[in-house]
């Protein structure tokens, strides 16, 4: 097992000197039976796969991952045949990204939700906020709805009932004590939590800054949230038989049973 850190920049350059087709691929479209190159974002997507490559070691799959600290490379990654798979992200960021880049990506299986949470070290409790305080949310647009409706399951907001989640800040028909949302990229709000009065920070990168989300944050998503991460492959590679396989090792019990004893609720496994 190889495991890489990898920043966008270096990213970049990796894609560009690398041959089309990733390390598992046969030449003919199909994926190796006996080899994965799979992408993750750092923090508990990255533990989990570890606890995966353990048990599909166990079954004759070897899985070559690479650990990303962003969200956009590991699409991209997967789209230029850079990876085999990659567990990073849920439906509504996948179905945008490929939208957006018109790349020929699809979702295979669901794995695990991480409930958004909103943080601050200035306040306890979100009913504290002050009017004009300064408060953060994901930049990118599924992360950012995401985080608006949560703002507004914490009764800070109102949101247009129309925009779903596509919510922008442009959606909001209420703000009663004239927050100033502040958009930020995902990875980078948890380092400028001092500068804000509150923030919405996504769960991976909450645990990756030490913060115990069910503990830490001054409120959270409620556990059926529908904000569910998925594995995604190459369209043309959905059907593969090393997907399924992949697919069988990673909804296991063992698998979930060590979501359970390792994140207290803080992941919350899908199947």
Known sequence: MKKVF???LTALSMIGLAACGGGGDTGTGELSEDLLKVGVTA???????EKVIELAAEEGLEIDMTVFTEYVMPNVAL???????NSFQHKPYLDNFKEERNLDLVD????????MGIYSVEVADVAELQEGDKVGLPNDPTNGARALILFEQAGLITLDPDAGVTATVNDITDNPHNLDFIELEASQIPRQLDELAAAAINTNFAIEH????TEDSIFIEPNDSPWVN???VRTENENDAVIQKFIEIYQSEEVKQFIEEEFAGSVVASW
């Open 43 to 49: 923090g508990p997507h990255e533990q989990i796969m």
């Open 108 to 115: 295979v299986a669901t794995t695990v939700n991480f409930p």
């Open 230 to 232: 998925v594995l995604a």
């Open 79 to 85: 789209d230029e045949g850079e990876l085999d798979l």
């Open 210 to 213: 030490g913060y115990v989300p």
């Open 6 to 8: 990898v920043s966008a």
